[in-house]
Protein backbone atom coordinates (compact mmCIF):
# COMPACT_ATOMS: atom_id res chain seq x y z
CA UNK A 1 0.00 0.00 0.00
CA UNK A 2 1.06 3.55 -0.82
CA UNK A 3 2.10 5.39 2.29
CA UNK A 4 2.71 9.65 2.26
CA UNK A 5 4.86 11.26 4.19
CA UNK A 6 4.28 15.17 4.60
CA UNK A 7 7.13 17.22 5.74
CA UNK A 8 7.66 21.27 6.10
CA UNK A 9 4.89 22.42 8.30
CA UNK A 10 5.28 25.27 10.93
CA UNK A 11 4.83 28.32 12.25
CA UNK A 12 5.49 31.73 10.00
CA UNK A 13 4.16 35.19 9.68
CA UNK A 14 1.67 36.91 7.58
CA UNK A 15 3.62 37.14 4.42
CA UNK A 16 5.83 34.69 4.73
CA UNK A 17 6.54 31.26 2.22
CA UNK A 18 6.81 27.82 3.41
CA UNK A 19 7.70 24.01 1.13
CA UNK A 20 5.73 21.43 2.18
CA UNK A 21 6.94 18.38 0.42
CA UNK A 22 5.10 14.84 -0.25
CA UNK A 23 7.32 11.64 -0.39
CA UNK A 24 6.54 7.94 -0.79
CA UNK A 25 7.99 4.85 1.25
CA UNK A 26 7.27 1.87 -0.23
CA UNK A 27 5.91 2.13 -3.63
CA UNK A 28 6.39 4.69 -6.29
CA UNK A 29 4.19 7.61 -6.32
CA UNK A 30 5.07 8.88 -9.72
CA UNK A 31 2.17 7.07 -10.96
CA UNK A 32 -0.18 8.82 -9.18
CA UNK A 33 -1.66 12.55 -9.66
CA UNK A 34 -1.23 14.09 -6.18
CA UNK A 35 -3.21 16.41 -4.15
CA UNK A 36 -2.84 18.69 -0.99
CA UNK A 37 -5.80 19.25 1.00
CA UNK A 38 -6.09 21.26 4.43
CA UNK A 39 -8.15 21.32 7.09
CA UNK A 40 -8.70 24.27 9.65
CA UNK A 41 -10.13 23.62 12.90
CA UNK A 42 -14.17 23.65 12.46
CA UNK A 43 -13.88 23.55 8.92
CA UNK A 44 -14.37 20.90 6.41
CA UNK A 45 -11.58 19.58 4.68
CA UNK A 46 -10.81 21.44 1.55
CA UNK A 47 -8.89 21.08 -1.74
CA UNK A 48 -6.18 22.91 -2.51
CA UNK A 49 -3.81 22.09 -5.23
CA UNK A 50 -3.15 18.68 -7.60
CA UNK A 51 -0.67 17.87 -10.26
CA UNK A 52 -1.10 14.70 -12.62
CA UNK A 53 1.57 11.83 -12.50
CA UNK A 54 2.94 13.87 -15.24
CA UNK A 55 3.21 17.13 -14.31
CA UNK A 56 2.22 18.71 -17.24
CA UNK A 57 -1.16 19.77 -15.56
CA UNK A 58 -2.27 21.52 -12.46
CA UNK A 59 -5.28 22.69 -10.41
CA UNK A 60 -5.97 25.28 -7.74
CA UNK A 61 -8.24 26.25 -5.27
CA UNK A 62 -9.91 30.02 -6.23
CA UNK A 63 -8.21 30.42 -2.73
CA UNK A 64 -4.70 30.15 -2.87
CA UNK A 65 -4.78 30.64 -6.77
CA UNK A 66 -1.23 33.14 -7.66
CA UNK A 67 0.09 32.53 -4.28
CA UNK A 68 0.71 28.71 -4.42
CA UNK A 69 2.76 26.70 -6.46
CA UNK A 70 2.90 22.63 -7.22
CA UNK A 71 5.41 20.48 -8.72
CA UNK A 72 7.08 17.19 -8.98
CA UNK A 73 10.52 15.62 -9.11
CA UNK A 74 9.88 12.75 -9.90
CA UNK A 75 13.58 11.81 -9.91
CA UNK A 76 13.05 12.32 -6.26
CA UNK A 77 9.83 10.66 -6.26
CA UNK A 78 8.92 13.95 -4.23
CA UNK A 79 5.85 16.55 -5.07
CA UNK A 80 6.30 19.74 -3.42
CA UNK A 81 3.83 22.33 -2.60
CA UNK A 82 5.25 25.93 -2.23
CA UNK A 83 3.23 28.45 -0.23
CA UNK A 84 3.90 32.33 -0.89
CA UNK A 85 2.08 35.55 0.89
CA UNK A 86 0.73 33.24 3.35
CA UNK A 87 -2.44 34.79 5.49
CA UNK A 88 -3.52 33.67 8.59
CA UNK A 89 -6.61 31.83 6.99
CA UNK A 90 -4.06 30.04 5.84
CA UNK A 91 -3.35 27.67 8.86
CA UNK A 92 -4.68 24.08 8.88
CA UNK A 93 -3.57 20.68 8.85
CA UNK A 94 -1.79 19.99 5.29
CA UNK A 95 -2.28 16.69 3.72
CA UNK A 96 -1.04 15.19 0.22
CA UNK A 97 -2.72 12.58 -1.39
CA UNK A 98 -2.74 10.14 -4.41
CA UNK A 99 -5.06 8.81 -6.47
CA UNK A 100 -5.36 6.73 -9.86
CA UNK A 101 -6.80 7.45 -12.60
CA UNK A 102 -3.44 10.10 -12.54
CA UNK A 103 -6.21 13.18 -13.62
CA UNK A 104 -6.27 16.53 -11.30
CA UNK A 105 -9.37 16.78 -9.30
CA UNK A 106 -9.79 18.82 -5.83
CA UNK A 107 -12.33 16.19 -4.76
CA UNK A 108 -11.17 14.18 -1.48
CA UNK A 109 -13.47 11.35 -2.61
CA UNK A 110 -11.41 10.71 -5.20
CA UNK A 111 -8.40 9.74 -3.25
CA UNK A 112 -7.28 6.54 -2.36
CA UNK A 113 -4.11 6.97 -0.15
CA UNK A 114 -3.45 9.87 1.99
CA UNK A 115 -0.65 11.15 4.63
CA UNK A 116 -0.52 11.62 8.25
CA UNK A 117 -0.78 15.57 7.91
CA UNK A 118 1.78 18.65 9.09
CA UNK A 119 0.75 21.61 10.27
CA UNK A 120 1.10 25.13 8.59
CA UNK A 121 0.30 27.98 10.98
CA UNK A 122 0.23 31.49 9.97
CA UNK A 123 0.33 34.39 12.89
CA UNK A 124 -0.70 37.84 11.61
Known amino acids: QLRLVESGGGLVQSGGSLRLSCAAS????????IGWFRRAPGKEREGVAC????????TFADSVKGRFTISRDNAKETVYLQMNSLKPEDTAVYYC?????????????????WGQGTQVTVSS
Open 97 to 113: AAKLPAMCTLSPNSYAF
Open 26 to 33: RFSLNAYA
Open 51 to 58: ITSSGGST
